[in-house]
Nanobody, 120 residues
Framework: QVQLVESGGGLVQPGGSLRLSCAAS????????MGWYRQAPGKQRELVAT???????NYADSVKGRFTISRDNAKNTVYLQMNSLKPEDTAVYYC??????????????WGQGTPVTVSS
């Protein structure tokens, strides 16, 4: 009913930047919180950043001051601008959105993941 399409991952050198996008489509009545999570090899998935409907944001301590989450409600899209990237930021990045469908079901939907590799 609801699909997420992520884009923007790739290989970048330390100190570089990337911008991730995640667009939601399908039977959407409204979208509540949107967020980004990441999972590094051999580690558990962890929260990176979240943004509410009124653009209140929350960040993991490890990315504060370097990453910026934002959303475009008209496009049902959430972004993650990542600056000053470090090798420890290497992971698969997943977006997650909480939606109310047109049939008024509340769903938590995950994207397929986009890999980010920070290496020289």
């Amino acid at each position: 009913q609801v699909q997420l399409v992520e884009s923007g991952g790739g290989l970048v050198q330390p100190g570089g930047s990337l911008r991730l996008s995640c667009a939601a489509s399908g039977s959407i009545f409204s979208i509540d919180a949107m967020g980004w999570y990441r999972q590094a090899p051999g580690k558990q998935r962890e929260l990176v950043a979240t943004v509410t409907t009124i653009s209140n944001t929350n960040y993991a301590d490890s990315v504060k001051g370097r990453f910026t989450i934002s959303r475009d409600n008209a496009k049902n899209t959430v972004y993650l601008q990542m600056n000053s990237l470090k090798p420890e930021d290497t992971a698969v990045y997943y977006c997650k959105v909480v939606v109310t469908t047109r049939s008024f079901r509340d769903l938590e939907v995950w994207g397929q993941g986009t890999p980010v590799t920070v290496s020289s």
